[in-house]
């Protein structure tokens, strides 16, 4: 059943492409974060990975030249935004959490290393 | 001397460790990044990363079930087909008037511990995620499935059929939703430069910046291109958007349900160009054609921006299923 398999249009011409032709960040937007979520035996909830979920924005989404453009209609796609941050908000506010917590791990990095200081704490724009 | 460098430390410290601290996340950002494909393109990278292994976790014995799809117990499925492990291949197990197709993994590797810390690895995430994906998509060639979220892991064939039955009602809805129709996949790429040229000649008020600035030298002209620049970009960004828009609403048009994802990075897709969409349809089957059609045509339409839209599907209906009956732990 050639016809039935999936097949890019475009990109890869051939049909029933195997799977290593595959885009992985198609592959990770859909099993990562869709699909049916049913309870198993073992839990693993798998935005609770911390470096998994970093990454993976990283690699998966490159947001700020969209926004730049005004297209943005992902944020309002609710099932995304559980990507990270659980109960909703908005993908700019998420953006903005994360800007915080990476902002506060350089502090805490900067004061592991001696460097940075006491000026951190107030001076936030 | 050394007074005004203190002055002039006094008043320039902040806006300098500010401007330091977001040179500093951009670092962190780019060597994340670069860590995350390195260890995709080597496996011994990943070997080499200082977080302590935990030995008795290595040591777990025994299996675990790695369940991929639920279709119709009367709907055809391959067999013997690899999963995610080596050693497993796919079997289903039946309740309820369901099939689970499941493999059989080791704990060693698939147990919570150690799964916590595969997932952290980019190179054993691309292999497992794959797999995954091609157990759905043989699956897919023959019948109408429910995709299940990577993993849902049970310890035995009995949690999968308890699972089955406590669930029928959710997977019994989701597969009459699902029967006879398709999730396509929509992607626009534009050429950035063409795109900015395109938009040059589109404009009037670009063309008259450019008939001013052609007569003007010095600091009047710097400003002057300034202005262009601007105004090019903001005439780019918005053909982008309406392209945008126009692809997604033709397609929405032609489905019953539509999803919009975010753009996708270029490191990890290798695409070219600017990603304006990345969306997903659902599509009744004999609708697909439509569906071709309409992606040549726009193509066509819009190459005078270098548009590309890359059409592709079927995909296992990922983004067409219920969220799920379970509250993610």
């Known amino acids: 059943m050639e ?23 198609d592959i990770l937007e859909r099993v990562l974060d869709k699909g049916i979520v049913i309870a198993g035996d073992i839990q693993i909830n798998l935005l609770d990975i911390e470096l998994l979920t970093i ?11 969209a926004r730049e453009m005004g297209i943005n209609w992902w944020e309002s796609d609710s099932s995304l935004q559980s990507l990270g941050s659980g109960d909703g908000g908005n993908g700019a506010r998420q953006l903005e959490q994360e800007n915080r917590e990476l902002r506060e791990r350089l502090e805490r990095l900067e004061h592991a290393l001696g460097v940075g200081s006491e000026s951190q704490k107030g001076s936030k724009k | 001397m050394t007074d005004e460098l203190a002055r002039w430390a006094a008043a320039r410290g902040p806006a300098l460790r500010a401007r330091a601290e977001e040179e500093a996340v951009a670092v ?4 994340l990044v670069a860590a995350a494909l390195d260890e995709r393109g080597s496996p011994q990278a990943a070997e080499q990363r200082p977080e302590p292994r935990e030995p008795e976790a290595e040591h777990e014995p025994g299996e ?20 995610v492990a080596p050693a497993g291949t796919v079997e289903p197990i039946e309740a309820a008037g369901l099939t689970a197709l499941v493999s059989r993994v080791p704990r060693a590797e698939f147990g919570e511990q150690p799964l916590r810390r595969n997932l952290n690895d980019l190179t054993w995430l691309e292999r497992v995620a794959r797999a995954h994906e091609s157990v759905l998509e043989r699956t897919l060639e023959e019948s109408t499935i429910v995709p ?30 699902l029967a006879g129709r398709e999730e396509w996949s929509v992607k626009v790429l534009v050429d950035p430069a063409r795109l900015a040229e395109e938009a040059r000649s589109r404009s009037d008020q670009v063309k008259a910046l450019e008939g001013e600035l052609a007569g003007r030298g010095g600091g009047g002209a710097y400003m002057l291109r300034r202005r262009l620049e601007r105004q090019v970009r903001e005439q780019a960004d918005s053909l982008a958007r309406e392209l945008a828009g126009q692809v997604h609403a033709q397609f929405e048009e032609r489905s019953l349900d539509a999803v919009t994802r975010q753009p996708q990075n270029r490191e990890l897709s290798g695409h070219e160009g600017d990603m304006l969409l990345n969306s997903a349809y659902l599509v009744e089957r004999e609708r697909v054609s439509e569906l071709q059609d309409l992606a040549t045509r726009l193509e066509q339409d819009h190459r005078a921006l270098g548009a590309r839209i890359e059409l592709s599907g079927p995909w296992p209906p ?10 993610v732990p």
């Open chain 1, 3 to 25: 016809g039935r398999s999936l097949q890019n249009r475009t990109g890869n011409p051939l049909p029933g492409r195997p799977s290593e032709a595959t885009n992985l960040a």
């Open chain 1, 55 to 65: 990454k993976l924005r990283l690699l998966i989404a490159s947001v700020d030249r």
């Open chain 2, 28 to 31: 962190l950002r780019d060597a």
């Open chain 2, 64 to 83: 675990l079930l790695w369940a991929y799809c639920v279709l119709s117990a009367e709907s055809p499925h391959p067999v013997h087909q690899p999963g």
């Open chain 2, 148 to 177: 299940l979220r990577l993993c849902t892991l049970y310890e035995s064939d009995e949690g999968v059929r308890d699972m089955l039955t406590r669930e029928a009602p959710a997977l019994l809805g989701a597969l009459e939703l």
């Open chain 2, 318 to 327: 990922y983004n067409f299923v219920p969220a799920g009956t379970a509250a």
